[in-house]
């Protein structure tokens, strides 16, 4: 009696059988693709790893505006072709993230746009210059980014060197305002490239408004207890904290210098990453009065408020990667709709010679020189009872910036 | 070596070579990872595979490596291929420091494993706050893609280089387990103290080999550094490299020749996979860290059920023919 086999089928042909089918699949994508008229981008963010939530975000934002872009019927110069979003994870890493890069350009897409961490998106942008493809960077605060004569790179918000500019300019007013109360400053920062970039200017900013830099202190990612930074700031009793950190860490300091009762005129950060509506309402107390120089939505554009309440409505924050990603995806869509073409030469022109105005941003119309948009500007925001108010630009300023803040 | 395992070797060897020629960009550098990856492996596997020194900090290599060819490149403006020869010798140098005040003090096993995890994240704080590295900020290499400069505009050369490198750290493993200094770096790993009373210099094997760990690693390092144009502390010196070098050589099997090789395969392959299955899969496309829990249950039975590697399972079928 012939014994009787367990499978049917041999194993050489499952195998030849698995190859036809998969070769089939992965096949059948391709034909259905050249049916569809779409513009690919690929949008990378740091989706796992230690700054998830923030690339989760960027993410929401991107989703969003190329849904809107194509339910708005896609670009009409291309008639009407869609954006179809290539979605890449760097998992905050360098090498991940210019592996996403190669992978998509071979599947053909015409625009890039990410990282949020500036070393991923430095040297993204730079495997992606070798194809000539235009580089989009949502959010990244390096000005290195920019500085690097690359000709396919394009970033609408500023850098962390604009960030400090404005944010001195305003402090000095409000100190001055103030019969200049805050004369001593301790600045702690992430020890990556944006924090100790941001703090190494600040450092050389802060004496010219007459404010002395007693010590700055630099911390790891990830940092789980701030208790010595709080004590040892505590003891060299500063009249203004400024803090430069991504956002668990942000949060976590705020709160540790709040219970180790660290009594300052201000706190101030510029691109505090835990600045946001999750941190002043989970935290009002810790929040109070606290200042940020960030990226902001408009508060006086009614699309960005009709953008928060659909954010807000699906139980997500309204932070600034969703609206920088969404604004940057729009960037990206009026430069095919100018350009007519995914051609990358053409999408580069047009980026290069864009008046794009950015609704939701309290920006004026696009003007890339070297590659930075420089009709964008940081806000000033001021947490106060729960609530996040834009105190500064005074155009679209929301309420009066409180300085000093009351004491604990 | 069977006959059946040189015709392995071969077709491997010839695989590897015409790669590149029939797929994509991106698959070249997927490859050119795995090659990498195999390399800093075996960097690891000379002194914690082969000689029993399990080290949980060789990022301070690694780092060493990536930051002098980049300072000599950038500050001093030598050309990168001399910078990668003095990357390896300072390699090589910290890597003999390092062995020399661990070992004298007699530390082994968890105690020097901890003992290299501390030296590395001194290095990480001292390139955070020294200015010739430019601490946080990082430094930049400016991109100019000429093979003088040790950069490459088509992928395939970067491949190539890898391939190299996993070649000659393969050649430097074979050459462990045919020569006295492999048989005396695995007699220590065995037993130090029976080694000891065999006369064989123990302190002093422990250094050479850690020494020539350090240059290997430091290669690693120049060759990373000179890919991604940038460096900073975490990337140079973060115990994200030290897990990778000790994950591929766990994964595919310690103190083996191909064990290295194995597990950047394996461990590449699965993280590669899973990322293209979270792409294309519409059911895992919400599932982001879908590698990364492929990655943990492999990790978990592999540890399990093949505590000695994946090599372990080509020796288990050999003894089975046998």
């Known amino acids: 009696m012939a014994k009787k086999q367990k499978f049917p089928v041999s194993r050489r042909g499952f195998i030849a059988g698995s190859g036809v089918l998969a070769a089939g699949t992965m096949g059948f994508p391709l034909i259905g693709g050249a049916q569809a008229k779409s513009v690919k981008v690929g949008i990378i963010h740091p989706v796992t790893g230690f700054v998830a939530f923030a690339g989760s975000q960027g993410r929401m934002g991107a989703t969003m505006a190329v849904e809107d872009i194509n339910k708005a019927g896609g670009i009409k110069s291309m008639g009407g072709a869609k954006l179809e979003p290539l979605f890449g994870d760097s998992q905050s890493k360098v090498e991940v993230g210019v592996a996403e890069v190669e992978k998509m350009n071979e599947q053909g897409v015409a625009a890039y746009i990410g990282c949020y961490q500036s070393p991923v998106g430095i040297a993204a942008s730079q495997a992606a210059s070798k194809y000539g493809t235009p580089f989009l960077i949502d959010v990244g605060a390096s000005d290195l980014i920019v500085s690097r004569g690359l000709k396919n790179v394009f970033r609408l918000k500023p850098g962390f060197g604009a960030c400090v500019d404005q944010g001195i300019d305003l402090l000095s007013s409000l100190n001055k305002s103030a019969n200049n109360v805050a004369k001593s400053a301790v600045i702690v920062h992430e020890s990556s490239e944006f924090g100790t970039g941001t703090a190494k200017l600040l450092a050389g900013k802060l004496p010219g408004i007459n404010i002395a830099v007693k010590e700055v202190i630099a911390h790891d990612n990830p940092t789980r207890n701030f208790d010595n930074i709080a004590l040892r700031i505590r003891s060299l009793q500063p009249d203004l904290v400024m803090m430069s950190n991504y956002q668990d860490e942000y949060t976590l300091l705020a709160r540790t210098l709040y219970q180790q009762k660290v ?135 929301e309420a009066k910036a409180v300085f000093p803040k009351p004491k604990l | ?216 690693c430091a290669a690693g390092g120049t060759f990373y550094a000179q890919k991604y144009l940038y460096v900073d502390p975490t990337i140079a010196f973060g115990i994200d490299k030290s897990v990778e070098m000790l994950l591929v050589t766990m994964v595919g099997g310690a103190g083996t020749i191909f064990g290295p090789l194995i597990g950047a395969i394996a461990l590449t392959g699965i993280n590669e996979i899973t990322r293209w299955a979270a792409g294309v899969i519409p059911a895992l496309k919400n599932v982001q860290p879908l590698s990364l829990i492929v990655y943990g249950i492999m990790l978990m039975l592999i540890v399990a059920r093949l505590p000695d590697g994946l090599m372990s399972l080509f020796a288990r079928k050999a003894r089975r023919n046998a």
């Not at chain 1, 022109?349 to 105005?357: E, G, Y």
């Not at chain 2, 704080?125 to 990082?138: E, H, K, M, Q, Y």
């Open chain 1, 263 to 397: 009594n300052v005129a201000g706190f101030f950060s510029i691109l505090g990453g835990g600045f946001n509506y999750k941190f002043v309402q989970a935290m009002p107390d810790v929040s109070q009065y606290m200042m940020d120089v960030n990226h902001w939505y408009n508060p006086k554009s009614a699309k960005a408020q009709e953008m928060k309440k659909r954010v807000v409505a699906t139980g997500a924050l309204f932070t600034f990667e969703v609206y920088l990603a969404y604004t940057v995806v729009s960037l990206l869509a009026d430069a095919l709709e100018h350009a007519g073409s995914a051609d990358k030469e053409k999408l580069t022109a047009a980026l290069n010679a864009s008046t794009f105005v950015p609704e939701l941003m309290p920006y004026g119309p696009t003007k890339f020189v070297n590659g930075q948009n420089q009709g964008g500007r940081p806000g000033v925001m001021q947490a106060i009872k729960g609530d996040i108010l834009l105190v500064a630009p005074d155009d679209v300023a």
């Open chain 2, 1 to 216: 070596m069977s006959t059946r395992v040189q015709i392995l070797l071969v077709i491997g060897f010839a695989a590897a070579v015409i790669y590149p020629w029939l797929v994509p960009n991106y698959l070249i550098t997927v490859g050119m990872l795995m090659f990498f990856s195999a390399f800093i492996g075996q960097a690891w596997n000379v002194s914690g595979g082969f000689a029993g020194q399990t080290s949980f900090g060789h990022a301070v290599f690694f780092g060493t490596g990536a930051y002098t060819s980049t300072i000599l490149q950038v500050t001093h403006g030598w050309n990168p291929w001399l910078s990668w020869a003095a990357a390896m010798a300072m390699g090589a140098l910290v890597g003999c420091l390092i062995a020399m005040l661990a070992f004298r003090a007699g530390l082994r096993g968890s105690y020097f494993a901890l003992i290299t995890l501390a030296f590395a994240e001194v290095f990480r704080i001292l390139a955070n706050s020294v200015g010739f590295t430019r601490g946080g900020l990082g430094m930049l290499i400016k991109a100019d893609a000429r093979p003088e400069n040790l950069q490459f505009r088509d992928p395939v050369w970067p491949y190539y280089l890898a391939f190299a490198l996993c070649l000659i750290s393969l050649f430097i493993a074979w050459r462990l387990t045919r020569s006295r200094f492999g048989a005396r770096l695995i007699a220590i790993r065995e037993n130090e103290d029976a080694a000891r009373a065999l006369g064989i210099d123990v302190f002093a094997e422990k250094v050479k080999v850690l020494t020539l760990s350090g240059a290997m």
